[in-house]
């Protein structure tokens, strides 16, 4: 699966929050696909292998994004992560253009919403 532009543009730049946003957009957009797997009216899934598929998903996305937020070394490299992320979104059959233009609603440089970057020291870089 090819990622969406908006995260791969995002692992180029260097900034850990430029990083960060793109992945809570990433989880944004994951929690809509979710949606997809339950019963309408109900409280009931339909598809509880894919629901789990995606809440395994996030769950790695998330500790991605605090690894990124606190600086940690912990972790995939990013060009691993992003391997195992194309191979993941792949196996929950999401359409690339579809999860990109969930991705792109609300795009930071639309919304206001500016990155902040901070140092080790809790001052501004």
Do not use: C, N, W
Request: hydrophobic letters at 40%; glycine letters at 8%; proline letters at 4%.
């Amino acid at each position: 699966m090819m990622l969406p532009q908006i995260l791969t543009d995002a692992f180029h730049d260097e900034s850990r929050g430029r990083k960060a946003l793109a992945l809570a957009r990433l989880l944004h957009a994951l929690g809509l696909v979710a949606r997809r797997t339950y019963r309408p009216g109900t409280d009931e899934v339909s598809d509880p292998v894919q629901l789990r598929r995606i809440s395994e998903l996030t769950h790695r996305i998330a500790t991605k994004q605090v690894q990124l937020l606190t600086a940690s070394e912990a972790g995939m490299p990013d060009a691993t992560f992003l391997q195992f992320l194309a191979e993941a979104l792949d196996e929950i059959e999401v359409r690339p253009d579809a999860l990109a233009e969930l991705m792109s609603a609300g795009h930071a440089e639309d919304s206001g919403i500016r990155v902040v970057e901070r140092d080790g020291r809790g001052g501004r870089t």
